[in-house]
T-cell receptor, first 113, second 113 residues
Framework: GDSVTQMEGPVTLSEEAFLTINCTYT??????LFWYVQYPGEGLQLLLK?????DKGSNKGFEATYRKETTSFHLEKGSVQVSDSAVYFC????????????FGKGTTLSVSS | EPEVTQTPSHQVTQMGQEVILRCVPI?????FYWYRQILGQKVEFLVS????????KSEIFDDQFSVERPDGSNFTLKIRSTKLEDSAMYFC???????????FGQGTRLTVV
């Protein structure tokens, strides 16, 4: 079945460091890909998405490119801030009506000043 | 900004008891979902609901679970005869259409003792 694998955390960085969180997927067909973020004490929020190959999703300085050839959707940010500390989830949706999201395990990011 | 609300935020229940987790999806959304996250594990899909019936469910969603939309606003998850392993964070989500952004509630932390 469809699945998402993302790098294990926690990831600990200093402010202004470069961030990469790896995500790869297995899916039949052409899924949509998502990154969700969960700040402490809050629910999941959509960070960015891409719906087809070579699309780049971006938001709040974060970027991820849908790479069909490597089945990847790695999350990057050039300069992290303390406020980026959160849990990041990679997810896919199989693009059928009402189909649920399939999530990775989540990666905890901790940024120190 | 419209949001998905869940109550209660934390529920403690005795093993074998029934619990009802409540969600108010965004008012013009048509698809509703329940997910759960056992501590330290990935977010798992339980069930999706559309047009007053279940549209998809996972293997986790067995006869112990049921969902209901008792009125025009609430969406509930009932867990009968709770077990210790039902302890998890339960998230409700809604989408306006198939494959549009899923909005998540803040979650209900269920602890079965």
């Amino acid at each position: 079945g469809d699945s998402v694998t993302q790098m294990e955390g926690p990831v600990t960085l200093s402010e202004e460091a470069f961030l990469t969180i790896n995500c790869t997927y297995t899916a039949t067909g052409y899924p949509s890909l998502f990154w969700y973020v969960q700040y402490p004490g809050e629910g999941l929020q959509l960070l960015l998405k891409a719906t087809k190959a070579d699309d780049k999703g971006s938001n709040k300085g974060f970027e991820a490119t849908y790479r069909k050839e490597t089945t990847s959707f790695h999350l990057e940010k050039g300069s992290v801030q303390v406020s980026d500390s959160a849990v990041y989830f990679c997810a896919l949706s199989a693009n059928q009506a009402g189909t649920a999201l399939i999530f990775g395990k989540g990666t905890t990011l901790s940024v120190s000043s | 900004e419209p949001e998905v609300t869940q109550t209660p935020s934390h529920q403690v229940t005795q093993m074998g008891q029934e619990v009802i987790l409540r969600c108010v999806p965004i008012s013009n959304h048509l698809y509703f979902y329940w997910y759960r996250q056992i501590l330290g594990q990935k977010v798992e899909f339980l069930v999706s609901f559309y047009n007053n019936e279940i549209s998809e469910k996972s293997e986790i969603f067995d006869d112990q679970f049921s969902v209901e939309r008792p009125d025009g606003s609430n969406f509930t998850l009932k867990i009968r005869s709770t077990k210790l392993e039902d302890s998890a964070m339960y998230f409700c989500a809604s989408t306006k259409d198939a494959n549009t952004e899923a909005f998540f509630g803040q979650g209900t932390r269920l602890t079965v003792v």
